[in-house]
């Protein structure tokens, strides 16, 4: 009797394919150009003791992030079985979530080294820019206080 061999079949081309078509599609539902952080605008009023960090305005959002990870889940559940698709939803939430939170932390990081070197490197600087904003912050509070005496 001679020896069973396997049919060729493209199951082996199945698994590289699959994950280019993944990566092309998180590659079309990420952002265009380089990430930074959000500007923001940290006020102070010296009076009251309050402290504000606001975020600048970053434009209207855009979807995509569910249709990617719908897109993920039904592959899973093509190739593996039904029963892969919710977990592998599931995952992509969950790291998903993980990849945001590690690029705002990235950015709060970049953000926080540049400030430091602006100190270390330019400190007249930054003793000037600490003094305007001193001055600004007390002329925003007197008008607070003019405006609640009216």
Not at 95 to 109: I, M, P
Request: proline share 6%; charged share 15%.
């Amino acid at each position: 009797m001679p020896p069973v061999t396997p049919s060729p079949t493209r199951a082996h081309l199945l698994v590289p394919a699959l994950v280019l078509a993944v990566a092309l599609l998180a590659a079309a539902c990420g952002s265009s150009g380089a990430s930074t952080a959000p500007s923001r605008t940290d006020t102070t009023d010296q009076a009251a003791g309050v402290s504000t960090n606001i975020a600048a305005d970053e434009g209207t959002p855009k979807d995509g992030g569910s249709l990617a990870w719908g897109l993920e889940a039904t592959i899973a559940g093509f190739v593996w079985g039904p029963l892969w698709a919710a977990p592998a939803f599931i995952a992509g939430v969950a790291t998903g979530y993980v990849a945001l939170r590690f690029d705002e932390l990235r950015g709060e990081a970049a953000e926080a080294w540049r400030l430091v070197m602006l100190r270390a490197f330019h400190h007249q600087t930054t003793q000037r820019l600490a003094e305007r904003r001193r001055a600004l912050a007390d002329a925003v509070a007197s008008g607070l206080r003019d405006a609640d005496a009216a």
